[in-house]
């Protein structure tokens, strides 16, 4: 099962723009993760937001969590082409305290 | 060691035929996760363990799935007569508690052929 869904599922960018990207999902958690994976590579960890924090920042990139409606955002500011790749956001639940849930990401191009 | 490792990257099974794959997560990490990742798609959760016990495989989807980390370190998932829905990459990550950053490996992909 997948907890997280990320918005848009793709998204086509230039160079020196921003690219803002969006996750919701459906149950209480105690953080919220976002992961980049390049094209047939693992996944690397961004960012973790817990959920008593509202923003985040490190380096370009700025995440928002929204508790009452279950969302977050992920922003990457003065994008490059070295940012293409998929997004994910990823949440454990707060009670059961289970492994990390994905949503089925953002696939992110940035063209020079 | 420096980061997760699975091996083997590549994995081509002919149908029915059993596989194991194999995760050596970071040393000293308790938790130790494993994923199935279709094309195009997010990774979906499969077990969970916490040192050697297994605490969550309510994603394995069926009973050819069987995962073991005996001593608490290395893991290995094994695949019984392997079907062609079950090509994908299998991700490992391992962590230091449940509720943290994972750190995941390269991914073993296996095709069915």
């Known amino acids: 099962s997948q907890q997280g869904e990320e918005d848009p599922q793709a998204l086509s960018i230039q160079e020196g723009e921003n690219a803002t990207m969006n996750c919701s999902y459906k149950t209480s958690i105690n953080n919220l993760q976002w992961y980049r994976q390049n094209s047939g590579r693992g996944l690397v960890h961004l960012i973790l937001?817990?959920?008593?924090?509202r923003e985040k920042h490190s380096g370009r990139l700025r995440v928002t969590l929204d508790t009452s409606k279950k969302s977050s955002s992920l922003l990457i500011t003065a994008s490059r082409a070295a940012d293409t790749a998929s997004y994910f956001c990823a949440t454990d639940e707060r009670q059961a305290g289970t492994a990390l849930i994905f949503g089925k990401g953002t696939t992110l191009s940035v063209s020079s | 060691g420096a980061g997760v490792s699975q091996s083997p990257r590549y994995k081509v099974a002919k149908r029915g035929q059993d596989v194991a794959l194999r995760c050596d997560p970071i040393s000293g990490h308790v938790s130790l996760f494993w994923y199935q990742q279709a094309l195009g798609q997010g990774p979906e959760f499969l077990t969970y363990?916490?040192?050697?016990?297994?605490?969550?495989k309510s994603g394995l989807p069926s009973d050819r799935f069987f995962a073991e980390r005996p001593e608490g370190s290395v893991s290995t998932l094994k695949i019984q007569r392997t079907q062609q829905e079950d090509s994908a990459v299998y991700l490992c990550a391992s962590s230091l508690g449940v509720s943290g950053t994972a750190f995941f490996g390269q991914g073993t992909r296996l095709t069915v052929v």
């Open positions: 937001i817990r959920s008593n924090e």
């Open positions: 363990f916490q040192n050697e016990a297994q605490l969550d």
